[in-house]
């Protein structure tokens, strides 16, 4: 066997709660573990990056990862931290999503090994769809009483908390069941041992090992890992624009990359433990450094270079590292313009543009035109000419007098103009 599973999680601070046994259980043969995904989009998130580190560290251990895609339990709706039910989905999309989350596991974990732990993807539709409903309350729910149900965290927040005028609807509250059902499929037809997941999910796990104890008369097991908080008390996983995905078309490379930079230090020395396969001792030196020269932000380079070549690729990442400097850089105009458009409009998001005709470009761009008169950046031809004297205006980062006409040689990748008035304020000429 290989490296010990618990003591891994536990070093790295991803050990919430392991039921007794658990670490004989590992020690004594390769064991399958599994955890579940939803599926309701065709991309995972970052949020879903600690149960996927999970797996791709029990497998490093010497142990069969299983990822389960809840294509069944995704058409009903986890109650566990939820405040309302979730839309249901139709199968073909559940495919579709399927195939999409397997390919992004497969960055993390090796689906293709001859190895007898190469890891495993399930869909619990395929065991669920054909259960009658009959079938299922006489041959699982007559096991499970509802005052057991009742007493779960998950049941008991969801009934006595802010939205509870909406009560539970009876799908949702079967939901342990439908999961708990899952554990105990897995237990007879791979030998799945062990349920993972995050915190919120102890109610639901253990649904299993009692069904697995009381159907199955045999012994199942769960680890649960913290869910991950970031030390300013917003939630982790989330930015401006919402969730911050695996998926390349949803959030680039590059915000993906600035996500895990713009970490506190706090942060960063948290999550380095918790989204990379760096050793004790290499995480060890790279705090230390930091902590030498806490001002380069070594650390969160190093964290956010990992994941995003994990995630993504190294040449994603060296073009999120290189768009990142390209503003401090000595050679602008030569490194903006190795940056692809979706890159380039990513590092300048949300900085004013304005758009101006090619036969108006064309006819010759003046300074005071560019800043005033056909762009509105500043309020007036005069204000423009004051910055133009205080000497305050650059194009592409390379200062200019009044006498400057903007031409094609300007243009990064063939239509944009970067002006500059002061350090703080910067706009972009788009030619269309």
């Known amino acids: ?11 790295r601070g991803m050990l919430h709660d392991s039921m007794p046994g658990v670490e004989e259980h590992l020690s004594e043969a390769m064991r399958s573990a599994y955890v579940g995904f939803d599926p309701t989009a065709d991309s995972l998130h970052i949020g879903n990056l600690v149960p996927i580190m999970l797996l791709a560290h029990y497998q490093r251990c010497g142990h069969q990862p299983v990822a389960l895609v809840g294509g069944a339990t995704g058409m009903i709706g986890d109650p566990s931290g939820k405040s309302s039910e979730r839309n249901l989905l139709d199968e073909a999309t559940l495919r579709h999503n399927q195939e999409a989350i397997k390919a992004q596991l497969a960055h993390f974990l090796d689906f293709e090994s001859d190895a007898p732990n190469a890891a495993k993807l399930v869909n619990n539709y395929d065991w669920m769809k054909e259960f009658s409903f009959l079938e299922f309350i006489r041959d699982v729910g007559k096991h499970i009483t509802v005052n057991y ?11 006595s908390g802010e939205s509870s005028s909406d009560g539970m609807s009876f799908t949702e509250f079967t939901y342990q069941l439908v999961q708990g059902y899952d554990f105990l499929h897995l237990y007879r037809t791979d030998n799945c041992t062990i349920q993972m997941g995050g915190s919120d999910q102890w109610g639901n796990i253990t649904t299993g ?10 012994k199942g097991f769960a680890i649960t890992c913290p869910l991950i908080t970031k030390s300013d008390g917003s939630k982790f996983g989330k930015s401006e624009g ?3 995905w695996l998926d390349a078309k949803r959030t680039s490379p590059y915000k993906f990359y600035q996500y895990w930079l713009n970490s506190s230090d706090e942060d960063a020395e948290k999550y380095i433990k918790i989204f990379t396969f760096l050793e004790q ?3 060890a030196s790279i705090v230390e450094t930091h902590k030498e020269a806490p001002h380069l932000r070594g650390l969160q380079k190093r964290l956010a270079q990992e994941i995003t070549t994990m ?3 190294e040449e994603d990442f060296k073009n999120a590292e290189k768009a990142s400097n390209v503003l401090f850089s000595k050679t602008f105009k030569t490194d903006i313009a190795t940056i692809d458009e979706k890159t380039f409009l990513d590092v300048f998001e949300g900085v004013p543009q304005a758009e101006i005709t090619k036969a108006d470009f064309d006819a010759g ?7 005033a008169a056909k762009t509105e950046f500043l309020s007036s031809n005069g204000e423009a000419r004051r910055a133009l004297k205080e000497n305050s205006v650059s194009v592409n980062k390379e200062k200019v007098k ?6 094609s040689d300007d243009l990064i990748n063939g239509k944009y103009v970067i002006l500059n008035k002061g350090k703080r304020n910067t706009y972009i000429i788009k030619v269309v």
Do not use: C, P, Q
């Open 1 to 11: 066997m290989g490296k010990n599973f618990v003591e891994e999680l536990k070093w």
């Open 149 to 159: 149900m009742m007493a779960k965290d998950s049941v008991k927040n969801r009934i």
């Open 209 to 218: 090992t009692e069904l697995i104890r009381r159907i199955g008369n045999g």
């Open 242 to 244: 919402g969730n911050v």
């Open 281 to 283: 001792d290499d995480i």
């Open 311 to 313: 995630v993504h690729s």
């Open 365 to 371: 761009l003046d300074m005071i035109a560019a800043l």
């Open 402 to 407: 009044e006498d400057y006409i903007i031409s």
